[in-house]
């Protein structure tokens, strides 16, 4: 999939410049190091743990990813075989486990129809043709379904998150409230169409956002991005 294919028609250009992006990568990458994403052993628990994820801190998802484990529920037929009720309790430590139980079963339900469970079959689909195919699934938004394409399956697109358009909104980049789809073409534009680049970089900025760039209290002055940033120029001591 090129960028140009993924870039929506009312997408405006941004002060961004491939260079910055590419600088503001090596920046996080020395200052934080490899991130190592996604938490997961097998490409089905990135799955899982990229619907689970939704609304909730990640130690919630991973209480209910180990109940799946203990259970010995971690794979797609037999978690799609499961009783509603028995699967909301195994997943109740990630929150909204009744809703959560309905979405994973539509990511699951998806996954059986269109490729017999099996996602390797799925990995092989390109890009372009899979992920439309995979936003149709009950419950699977925009975010859910990039982590499952980029960090489950290798495929080269960019997730965007609150954390991600946060800090390009006060760095002076994007506007505040900038759309998934006009945010993520940010990435598209600038940079090759990398699963490896798209993997780090966007384990960087949620580092960034959890460390540094809160919605409250950010600590302005020990950011890595500090020079370069709007929002905290001239801010004082660290918070």
Same mark, same amino acid.
Request: with cysteine; charged share 25%.
């Given at each position: 999939?090129?960028?140009?294919?993924? *870039?929506?028609?009312?997408?405006?250009?941004?002060?961004?410049? %491939?260079?910055?992006?590419?600088?503001?990568?090596?920046?996080?990458?020395?200052?934080?190091?490899? *991130?190592?994403?996604?938490?997961?052993?097998?490409?089905?628990?990135?799955?899982?743990?990229?619907?689970?994820? *939704?609304?909730?801190?990640?130690?919630?998802?991973?209480?209910?990813?180990?109940?799946?484990? &203990? @259970?010995?529920?971690? +794979?797609?037929?037999?978690?799609?075989?499961?009783?509603?009720?028995?699967? %909301?309790?195994?997943?109740?430590?990630?929150?909204?486990?009744?809703?959560?139980?309905?979405?994973?079963? #539509?990511?699951? *339900?998806?996954?059986?129809?269109?490729?017999? #469970?099996?996602?390797?079959?799925? #990995?092989?689909?390109?890009?372009?043709?899979?992920?439309?195919?995979?936003?149709?699934?009950?419950?699977?938004?925009? +975010?859910?379904?990039?982590?499952?394409?980029?960090? &489950?399956?290798?495929?080269?697109?960019?997730?965007?998150?609150?954390?991600? $358009?946060?800090? !390009?909104?006060?760095?002076?980049?994007?506007?505040?409230?900038?759309?998934?789809?006009?945010?993520?073409?940010?990435? !598209?534009?600038?940079?090759?169409?990398? %699963?490896?680049? !798209?993997?780090?970089?966007? &384990?960087?900025?949620? %580092?960034?956002?959890?460390?540094? $760039?809160?919605?409250?209290?950010?600590? $302005?002055?020990? $950011?890595?991005?500090?020079?370069?940033?709007?929002?905290? @120029?001239?801010?004082?001591?660290?918070?």
């Amino acid at each position: 999939m090129t960028p140009s294919a993924l *870039q929506p028609p009312h997408f405006r250009d941004s002060p961004l410049s %491939a260079p910055d992006l590419r600088s503001i990568y090596r920046r996080l990458l020395t200052f934080f190091g490899p *991130q190592h994403w996604w938490p997961g052993e097998t490409p089905f628990e990135v799955c899982v743990g990229a619907v689970l994820t *939704q609304n909730t801190a990640w130690k919630n998802v991973e209480k209910a990813i180990a109940n799946l484990k &203990a @259970a010995d529920l971690l +794979e797609p037929h037999r978690l799609l075989a499961t009783a509603d009720a028995e699967l %909301a309790e195994l997943i109740r430590p990630s929150g909204y486990f009744n809703l959560k139980t309905r979405r994973l079963k #539509g990511f699951l *339900q998806f996954l059986n129809d269109n490729y017999g #469970g099996n996602l390797e079959r799925m #990995g092989v689909e390109p890009l372009d043709s899979l992920r439309p195919r995979l936003l149709e699934a009950y419950g699977v938004g925009p +975010e859910t379904a990039d982590s499952i394409l980029l960090y &489950a399956l290798g495929k080269p697109t960019f997730v965007v998150d609150a954390y991600t $358009c946060r800090i !390009f909104s006060r760095l002076g980049a994007v506007p505040e409230g900038i759309r998934y789809h006009d945010m993520q073409a940010v990435f !598209f534009r600038r940079l090759p169409p990398d %699963a490896r680049i !798209f993997n780090e970089f966007h &384990a960087l900025l949620v %580092a960034l956002g959890k460390d540094f $760039c809160r919605p409250r209290n950010p600590r $302005c002055t020990a $950011c890595p991005l500090a020079d370069i940033c709007r929002h905290g @120029a001239g801010r004082g001591a660290n918070r």
